[in-house]
């Protein structure tokens, strides 16, 4: 990657609106943006988490992701799409693996478009993301959760084997039930899938390229539906 991403971070508690969290959206600006307004979402007061792989395959890849840069209140993990986005400007064979996977809007941007997208997802998308709710603690990676302690992050610094683990497998998807402790629940896109896939107190909700809609829920509805009860 030859460059340094963001491991984790911490957001505190909205006491002022709601958060809702929304699955994988591969460039559909529009889409999005009709889900919000069915959902009465208020920029002002709410705030969104988005689960990585914001870009590829859909017809508004860069106008999608210079919104969530810029936007206030509007918060991303890194996906497995946008690691191979800020490979490719740096490495000239992932380049070429990037346009496999959806990324040929790339050749459209102009050089300053493409440095600062790139930059601005290195800096602003992190690995992994915890939020402060009213329920308790929810954590967000794009995959699956990389630790079976959240609180183990803390401890973990920044390799591109590390990225490379976070953004793309999803074993524990078709595993067995676990309860990723420190946590109450982690909650992840990625798989592409037609409902939420649940194990344990971990969630998976990419349903937009199974089903035609992504999936938008508030913090607190992904922690009851973990089942996690706070003590």
């Known amino acids: 990657m030859r460059r340094s991403l963001v491991v984790h971070q911490h957001v505190g508690w909205n006491r002022f609106g709601r958060d809702w969290v929304c699955g994988d959206l591969h460039g559909h600006r529009d889409l999005l943006m009709a889900v919000l307004a069915e959902n009465h979402f208020d920029l002002g007061v709410d705030r969104l988490f988005l689960l990585g792989d914001l870009i590829d395959r859909g017809p508004q890849s860069a106008d999608l992701l210079s919104w969530v840069l810029r936007t206030d209140n509007v918060f991303s993990v890194m996906g497995n799409h946008e690691l191979m986005f800020i490979a490719g400007a740096t490495r000239p064979g992932y380049r070429e693996k990037h346009r496999r996977i959806g990324g040929e809007w790339v050749d459209e941007l102009g050089f300053s478009q493409y440095r600062d997208l790139t930059t601005g997802c290195a800096n602003h998308l992190p690995l992994t993301m915890t939020i402060e709710t009213e329920q308790g603690l929810l954590g967000l990676v794009h ?89």
Do not use: F
């Not at 183990?152 to 039930?177: F, K, S």
């Not at 992840?188 to 999936?215: C, F, K, M, Y």
């Open 143 to 231: 995959a699956q959760s990389p630790v079976d302690d959240w609180h183990e992050l803390a401890t973990i610094e920044y390799t591109d084997q590390v990225a490379i683990d976070w953004t793309w497998p999803w074993n524990r998807a078709t595993g067995p039930e676990q309860t990723i402790e420190g946590v109450g629940a982690v909650v992840s896109g990625h798989i592409g899938t037609h409902g939420i896939v649940q194990r344990g107190n971990q969630l998976w909700i990419d349903t937009l390229e199974a089903s035609g809609e992504p999936t938008l829920l508030p913090v607190q509805d992904l922690i009851t539906l973990a089942g996690y009860e706070s003590s």
